[in-house]
């Protein structure tokens, strides 16, 4: 659940607003979203014979949050959407005052659980349990919550505002399943432990599963294990060895996420991270732009974990009713870890590629310094983009200040069109012909005492003429080799309003909302562009023209 977000705007909460054509522009094409209103976290994702179950946070009435339910859509490939009724919403004095976010578990006998957190008359956030009606319906239409919820309040001390967002259970065993939920304790995080035999009694753990000072509410929290070798996924509730932990929280008083890579042991249910696994907002993210309250969850059909992220918009409250809707998930990608065990790497699930159409392709293009290339014969302002560059030379890349810990910041400071030695070089989407407005997408290199530094950056700080938006650089480091290596890949998927991109084959990922006002349509183009001294060579580039799913009734 994202507390943050949690501002009523009551004359705004059901407003009936009508359609502005002008800005059904920077609805997207092919991300998730319902046709109209608020939209946040993506909650219980799930495989159940052969479908696939997302549900979200959604209000019903309006483009602002409020009036909270459980909407429910189901597809059979992760990118065409039906919509049905919301599963769950208000109803019950455990959650007559808000169904907030959790997960969903597939209990033994082949029976989806939800577990979500409630909000109770006392304003309490308690955590509930609901099942199928009916497990004959292929779509799971109908939630059944039994009167014995709440399963699990906050007792004994517990911050009852502070207490939210079951992750998906897992099986120990000793014959228990355990659960966390995400809890603070001061600025202490917590991810609070809870075991159960029946799935209906749960006992707190004496301990947390895992605590870290100074880090704040931890929302959203996910925990999962992953192969140390290939690129399969594996089920939650598997132990043994070959195998490694992911925690994810999100963090309430920064609005990002960062994750953990260690071990669990199952004997005393603590996780440790891995000591190169910062364990703190400097740490790993799956996402270094505009992604929150994400989840996984194992897709059995393809033996795959698949992670889903909320992406918020960027302009403000006003220009979301006036659209008459606000967030999109993100792409489903693939998870899984890196061959060097340092990092999680991920990739948009391979069914996106069914919806490509025309392409353009070039290869062995030089780009100088100071070089723009447009790519052109499609609609770029819903596309994908793939490009492998290669480096002439590391001879002129700048020296790396080691006080440069902050990679979001340095991207503000060496924007794309501040001049570098190698770099930047990239992508420019969403850019208007005479290059007014351009949302950037680039990597620049260092030269570092003893080796080199790959920084990658979304810099859309003229995305837009328009005045007044929010237009936050958002930059990360990239896990390469880049000498041994000697080239680098690029993915973005464009999409209207939002620009998602995978650098280093997935290494580090990076998603911007932006609303241009110029590049709308038709009339955005895209250019590879090299801002740098040496030049790069476009090895490959494939770029596709996006089809439009079905979405949900859109």
């Known amino acids: 659940m994202v507390d943050g977000t949690h501002v009523v705007y009551h004359e705004l909460m059901s407003t009936s607003v009508p359609s502005i054509v002008v800005d059904n522009q920077y609805r997207t094409g092919y991300h998730f979203q319902p046709p109209k209103n608020w939209i946040n976290d993506p909650n219980g994702p799930m495989y159940y014979n052969g479908v696939y179950h997302l549900f979200y946070q959604y209000n019903p009435k309006g483009a602002v949050w409020g009036n909270i339910v459980w909407a429910h859509s189901v597809s059979k490939d992760l990118i065409n959407w039906i919509p049905l009724e919301p599963a769950i919403y208000p109803s019950k004095p455990f959650d007559i005052n808000g169904c907030w976010s959790g997960s969903a578990t597939i209990l033994p006998g082949n029976k989806p659980a939800i577990l979500y957190t409630g909000i109770d008359p006392q304003n309490r956030q308690v955590q509930n349990v609901a099942y199928p009606k009916n497990l004959s319906d292929p779509y799971l239409r109908e ?224 780009v100088k310094g100071g070089d723009f290339v447009e790519v052109s014969g499609i609609m770029t302002a819903q596309s ?103 080239k680098i890949s690029l993915r973005s998927l464009i999409d209207h309003s939002v620009v998602e991109s995978f650098g280093a084959e997935g290494k580090t990922c990076m998603t911007s909302r932006v609303y241009p006002s110029i590049a709308v349509g038709d009339a955005a183009h895209l250019f590879v562009f090299n801002n740098g001294a040496e030049d790069v060579k476009i090895t490959e580039m494939k770029a596709w023209e996006m089809k439009k799913p079905l979405m949900n009734g859109d």
Request: charged fraction near 25%; include cysteine; charge should be positive.
């Open 143 to 366: 939630w059944v919550k039994p009167d014995y919820n709440p399963i699990i309040e906050p007792t004994n001390g517990l911050n009852a505002s502070s207490f939210r967002d079951p992750t998906t259970a897992w099986y120990g065993l000793d014959g228990r399943w355990r659960i966390v939920i995400g809890s603070k304790r001061k600025h202490r995080g917590m991810a609070i432990l809870y075991r159960s035999k029946d799935f209906v009694h749960w006992v707190r753990a004496k301990h947390p599963l895992h605590s870290a000072n100074g880090t704040g509410m931890w929302e959203c929290p996910d925990f999962y294990p992953v192969a140390m070798g290939g690129e399969l996924g594996v089920d939650t509730s598997e132990y043994g060895s070959g195998l490694k932990y992911v925690l994810k929280n999100s963090l309430d008083i920064t609005r990002y996420e960062y994750y953990t890579l260690g071990t669990y042991n199952r004997n005393v249910d603590k996780y440790i991270p891995d000591g190169a696994s910062a364990d703190n907002r400097s740490g790993l993210r799956y996402d270094y732009g505009n992604f929150y309250a994400s989840k996984t969850f194992y897709d059995q059909g393809k033996k795959r974990r698949i992670l889903w992220g909320w992406s918020n918009e960027s302009d403000s409250t006003r220009d979301d009713v006036s659209k008459g809707w606000a967030g999109i998930q993100t792409i489903p990608r693939k998870v899984w870890l890196d061959s060097n065990g340092r990092q999680l790497l991920q990739w948009p699930v391979e069914e996106l590629e069914s919806i490509r159409g025309k392409q353009v392709y070039m290869m062995n293009k030089k």
């Open 384 to 486: 994908d983009v793939e490009v492998t560059f290669e480096l002439s030379s590391l001879a002129k890349a700048e020296p790396f200040d080691p006080t440069w810990t902050d990679p979001q910041k340095l991207c503000a400071q060496k924007g794309a069109d501040v001049k570098g030695g190698v770099g930047p070089f990239g992508l420019l989407t969403l850019a208007s012909a005479r290059r007014e407005e351009q949302t950037a997408v680039f990597f620049r290199i260092f030269k570092a005492s003893d080796n080199y530094v790959t920084l990658m950056c979304h810099d859309p700080s003229r995305s837009s003429v328009r005045p007044g938006l929010y237009k936050p650089t958002y930059g990360g480091w990239v896990d390469v080799e880049i000498k041994k290596k000697g």
